[in-house]
């Protein structure tokens, strides 16, 4: 339990029966009255943003989410698992809840999952993600690095521009916070 002048950016709270964690937080102590923290908290179960003032004398639950290195296993039709590499459990997760990063997940990719009393909250990928191109239009002779772009399709089924010189069945390296090619493997 912390009180509401304790909050703190990255910190994770209970809110309403939910996990949530502090986007950002301003200390407010007016000329009269008490103090109070003015708040965005993230819900890591939705996802939604939302604004919240918690008084200072509010006492707030903290929530200790668990971070665990796992692997990726196979999606079905509503689920993600994932597999604890410790104890060999595996973990579901919710397809819809996936979003951008159903893009880059691979068979076997390694990742951290943060958990919160064995209910899986956030998935985070590595900073790149090696890829295979599946799919994209045949590079030309004098296609340079300075060249141009087209799309390219990856093993994933996520579509990426890449340069002009790569070609099908070409390993490339994508960022996984912006999606961007950064170069061949």
Known sequence: MISGSELKNGMTILHNGQVHRVEYFQHVKPGKGSAFTRTKIKNLETGAVLEHTFKAKDSIDTAMVERKEMEYL??????????????YEQVPFAAE???????YL???????????QDRVLDISLP?????????TDPGLKGNTAAGGNKPAELETGAVVN???????????????????YLGRA
């Open 74 to 87: 196979y999606r079905d039709t509503a689920y993600y698992y994932f597999m604890d590499t410790e104890t």
């Open 97 to 103: 809840r996936c979003g951008r990063i159903a893009a």
């Open 106 to 116: 691979k068979e076997n990719m390694a990742l951290t999952v943060a958990m919160f």
């Open 127 to 135: 900073k790149l993600v090696e890829l295979k191109v599946t799919k």
């Open 162 to 180: 890449v340069p002009l010189f790569v070609d099908q069945g070409d390993i490339i390296q994508i960022d996984t916070h912006t999606g961007e």
